[in-house]
């Protein structure tokens, strides 16, 4: 098996994979990164979603390899350097942007994204940001919520430690 180095949460990180291995499963079994969440395997539901240079994909739909040499942000590279909440997962928990927590990881790092691209998105913007993202519990009002309320505080605090 062909091994593979990549940048996860800014630390070199390498394993080896088979060609069929998805990005997904590298994350959580090889390098025991489990806050990105497999939900759907047909990069329907966005749990997966992580950043890759930067931009926001959904990892159930990209191979290891693909990935080889590649800047990754998990879930996990989120929170800020001294381990507290990062600003939008800290708006998610304060406005209560979630209920059982699957989706959770996934729509963080997708409103990251949008975030970092538009800092004053309308909540139109935002819910169309987060279309490709499922929850099957909250009804989106209190993620849309959570959404505008780290739009509001990021000027004060990094987004993330990205």
Known sequence: MPEIEMTVNG????????????LVDFLRE??????????CDTAQCGACAIHMDGEPV???NIFAMDAAGTDI???????????SLGVVQAAFREHHGLQCGFCTP???MVAASLLKENPEPTEAEIREHLEGNICRCTG???IVKA????????SAKPIAAE
Not at 13 to 18: D, H, I, L, Q, T
């Open 58 to 60: 959904k990892s159930c």
């Open 30 to 39: 090889t390098l025991g990164l489990t806050g990105t969440h497999v939900g």
């Open 106 to 108: 996934g729509m963080v």
């Open 11 to 22: 630390k070199p990180a390498k394993g080896n994979v088979e060609g069929r291995t998805l």
């Open 140 to 142: 989106y009002h209190n």
């Open 73 to 83: 942000t998990t879930i996990e590279g989120m929170a800020n350097p001294d381990g």
């Open 147 to 154: 959404v505008q309320a780290a739009a509001a505080d990021m």
